[in-house]
């Protein structure tokens, strides 16, 4: 009777696999039930197969701007040159040294941070005056290309401050490492490079960043655990860029309420520099033309040699 049960069809069937004997009868159901869900005799047959017109329905349509570029205005693009301005420097000082060299046709227009636009004012290529004078732009740009289509990424120059910096890591490729996160390094100011104060580092970065730079950074030195405010100075609107105000006096210090009228030596090395240059050119031109007009010059009073 027992083997009798055992064969005959109960209400669950199995499959014995060595002394584990694993039920169907469940599965079995379920497995109908989804079948006869896809063949339309379920309950959700209506939300599982929808029309097509339906679905396309249910999409979200995108709407994108197109613009086509003039023939002109991509003609003057490509005309010009993008290139990179070493160490970050002011862009107003770029171009007076570019003009001081006597190029005056080429204009630099800033992109943002360390980028700029080179062209030239009478529309010619600028590639063929950068390249006939390559030697003197490799003093102002570190690189430069011709311009193409591919969309540059925004970016702005900032100064930041990092406190807290230990002593013996006192480096720029410290300065480096804190910054990483919050944008590109151009440079550390000549005060913090030559270590004439070490309250703070101060730091110029490009950053795709509209919002003030303001956050905390926790680096390891030595197997020590260091935290390092790196916070973005102060007298810039929010989002500004930097890179295109030439500081008075040729300083590089922020306005800070204890720090004022603080200059960076070495740009005012710089600075001093190119103007004894120009004056003891233009004392030579000067001088050179009195002598002329000296011995050019008629005697206005003859009667008083005679006397």
């Known amino acids: 009777a027992p083997d009798a049960e055992k064969e005959g069809p ?19 159901k379920r497995v ?8 339309g005799d379920g309950h959700f047959s209506k939300d599982l197969d ?3 017109d339906a679905v396309k329905g249910q999409v979200s349509r995108i709407f994108l701007r197109n613009f086509r570029t003039k023939s002109d205005d991509v003609q003057w693009a490509h005309n010009g040159l993008v290139a990179t301005v070493i160490n970050g420097e002011a862009i ?5 040294r570019i003009t001081d060299a006597g190029f005056n046709d080429l204009v630099i ?6 980028k700029v636009f080179i062209r030239s004012s009478k529309g010619d290529d600028a590639m063929l005056v950068v390249s006939g004078a390559e030697e003197f732009f490799k003093l102002v740009f570190s690189n430069w290309m011709r311009w193409e289509k591919d969309v540059v990424p925004y970016q702005r120059g900032a100064w930041v401050r990092l406190y807290g910096v230990p002593l013996h890591a006192w480096n720029v490729d410290f300065f480096k490492l804190c910054v990483f996160d919050c944008g590109r390094f151009l440079r550390a100011d000549s005060c913090s490079v030559d270590k004439d104060r070490l309250d703070f580092a101060r730091v110029l970065i490009a950053t795709p960043d509209l919002d003030i730079v303001k956050k905390v950074e926790r680096v390891l030195v030595d197997g020590v655990l260091v935290e390092v405010k790196i916070v973005e100075e ?3 609107a929010m989002g500004e860029d930097t890179c295109l105000f030439e500081e008075e006096n040729g300083s590089e210090a922020s306005q800070s309420d ?8 070495e740009n005012r090395r710089n600075v001093d520099m190119l103007v004894d240059g120009l004056e003891e050119e233009d004392g030579d031109d000067f001088q050179g033309k009195s002598d002329v007009e000296r011995s050019n010059k008629p005697d206005d009073n003859p009667s008083v040699a005679g006397e």
């Open 10 to 28: 109960g209400p669950l069937e199995g499959v014995q696999v060595g002394d584990i004997e694993i039920k169907l009868g469940a599965g079995q």
């Open 32 to 39: 109908a039930r989804n079948e006869d869900q896809k063949k």
């Open 50 to 52: 929808m029309p097509a």
């Open 92 to 96: 107003p000082v770029v171009q007076n």
């Open 109 to 114: 227009t800033p992109m943002g941070a360390d």
């Open 234 to 236: 102060w007298g810039y």
């Open 258 to 265: 204890y720090d004022v009228g603080h200059v960076d030596p």
